[in-house]
């Protein structure tokens, strides 16, 4: 997704190739607003750098997670400029007090099961994403999971340390 800013009296103006993200915009906006605080839970990264054309990459990667509900398959995923990789986690069925709502979280659940729920695309070579190349790029499929896990883990244990403050 392409992040918009504006700076007052338009300062900055142009493009970035860069790789950003949202969680970006939090330590960006306070480093223009010469705020500093220390908050060991934002993760994000200045840009400031990248809109000065002082850095070509802030970014290595970006990653992003998608649940539109509890009943619904999560998507997990990371991207660099020349690949990406996502990961369909499914939801565990629930027994519901309807047997309307069980019986079409249970289709989707099986509808979901027959999908491949982890794919490796080739940017350069495949654009429009179509073609899964986990079997041909192992490396970097074992790369982009392990990658995937320790961003987790590191979340899960922010998020534990959050809930304990």
Not at 51 to 63: H, Q, Y
Not at 108 to 124: A, G, V
């Amino acid at each position: 997704v392409p992040i918009l800013m504006k700076f007052p009296n338009s300062e900055f103006c142009g493009e970035v190739e860069g790789l950003v993200q949202h969680i970006d915009l939090y330590p960006t906006i306070l480093t223009y607003l010469k705020i500093r605080e220390n908050n060991d839970l934002a993760q994000g990264k200045n840009l400031i750098p990248l809109i000065l054309k002082k850095e070509e990459e802030i970014n290595n990667f970006v990653f992003n997670e998608t649940q539109l509900n509890k009943n619904s398959p999560k998507y997990i995923s990371i991207r660099t400029k020349d690949h990406k990789y996502i990961e369909i986690k499914l939801p565990k069925l629930r027994a519901t007090k309807s047997l309307k709502r069980t019986l079409v979280n249970s289709r989707n659940y099986i509808k979901n099961l027959f999908l491949d729920r982890e794919m490796l695309f080739s940017l350069k070579n495949d654009i429009e994403e179509k073609n899964n190349v986990i079997k041909k790029e192992k490396n970097v499929f074992i790369e982009f999971k392990s990658q995937m896990e320790q961003i987790l883990d590191t979340n899960q244990r922010r998020s534990d340390r959050k809930s304990v403050v």
